[in-house]
């Protein structure tokens, strides 16, 4: 879950190298390093810390070619010697390394035998020793090649010389990596927003496969030297949108781009006066959708609860059975994949592990997969069978939100037109559902301006250390979420649970300091919730209810009221989720937190 970047070209390397760092660090920011080649010496400074506590330390530098580094521990604690560039014995190779070395260890205690020394506790380190081993000054790709057959696990890096000082050769297996071509100077970084502000033409490498950079371009390779013509992609991003725009973090400007987000996914997907859904992308697996007898849906973390809810709706209308599992238990649980499968993949990044290890998993045995994923051009993209775009932007802070509302409103459109295509639903039906959706932007502006609101309710609460989330049918993976947002970016220990739950076990933590966020929604169990919200108050526990149904019977059992628009089955959990990412960024904000870099996290988890 690191970020990784390099350069070749004419401009001096280091500010550029540190600017990438910085769009880099919702990768990782426990430790950043940078390595320079300058007149066939290596130049290398790494701190424990952020980027910024980095820069504090670097010298100025005229060099045009280099290597940075910001860091998510795997191997070994976030120190110094464990910060990436890592060197071979020479202090002539430098290598930064995104991933996990699953076999290092033989490796390290051979290369000990044989009189190397090692600085850190990092499984990355092997690589550069490796890589010494077998360089002999005149081919550096070939040495990286070698050096990276034996190696099991997944990893995306780079690597300079000062033997080779015009180029840097970079390689991936498992983990993203994508290289930027500019006039007279080619880049290579982790993501898409680290490379914006330089240029827009860009090649994704694929795995198994390797890169020369240099300054008149890039060449590619396959672990076994065969050369790979591949075309440049253009990106229509722009970095203004990749930057705060005036906000204090990023996690709240693009809570603010959530109507943009959902208009953007709708967006030419459907026909509003026939209620036909028009997805070209998946028509080439329309005979696949057709002979579906089971549908899985994999997910990880939010993705994950974004599955859940479309389970919730999708099984009013599917004949076939739905299955929704965490990507990472997928492979382990003996699920049952043919050719007559259907996995439905989500993911923000395209570039989660356990979610690209699952549909992995399912093509090997035949089944067909689609995938949902914000960032074009991503490992999942090119591994699914097809692939439905959200339209978000990119989301830079760690806790995801606008890129569940595109899941959401994706997975909506996707589960009308497996049901169209089966003849599950007449478009006829589905054409109330698509009015409701289109509404859906107006609607979460109008519960962004509640937002005053909701920052005095976080000051009443910032200072607790637990709250309970309940919520039923299509709102209990809303709850789920909710939770999982307070607990990401302010630390506190928040539980979601189904409603029904409540009397299994939670009830025996209700007291009056206990804080209990219940969604109500007369969409469903209206009745059965308020129940659940008697069972509370009657244990002297603090309500604060979300609801959509205020009525003399919420307000006389509430504490607390978010109000929420009435709208429909099918827009009600895009419109309940905002109020809970206000209300998590607020107690954050008040509390002191790092909201876009919350500790211990990373933006795409890109090991197991």
Known sequence: MCGIVGYVGQRPAQDLLLAALQKLEYRGYDSAGIALVENKSLYLEKRAGKVSDLMRVLKASRATVGLGHTRWATHGPPTDQNAHPHCDCQKKIAVIHNGIIENY?????????????????????????????????????????????PLRGAYALAVVATDSPDEVIVARQGSPLVLGLGEHETFAASDIPALLAFTKTMVFLNDGELGVLRRDGVELCDFEGRRITRAPQRIEWDVVTAQKQGYKHFMLKEIHEQPHALANTLQNRYELATGKIVLPELQKLTEKIHKAQMVYCVAMGTAYYAALTAKYLWREFFRVPLAVELASEFRYSKPYLDENTLVIAISQSGETADTLGAVREARARGASVISIVNVVGATLTRESDATLYTHAGPEIGVASTKALLAQLAALDLLGFFIAQSRGWLAPEQTRPALESLVRGPALIEKLLQQEREIVRLAQVFYEKEHFLFLGRDLLYPIALEGALKLKEISYIHAEGYAAGELKHGPIALIDAEMPTVVLVTKESVYEKVFSNIEEVKARRGIVITVTDQINKEIERVSDFIIEIPPSSRWLAPLLFVVPLQLFAYHIADLRGTDIDQPRNLAKSVTVE
């Open 105 to 149: 260890l033989p490796f390290k205690e051979e290369l000990q035998a044989r009189g190397h020394i090692f600085l850190s506790q990092t499984d990355s380190e092997v690589i550069a020793h490796l890589i010494e081993e077998r360089y002999d000054g005149t081919n550096l790709l070939e040495a990286v090649r070698e050096a990276l057959r």
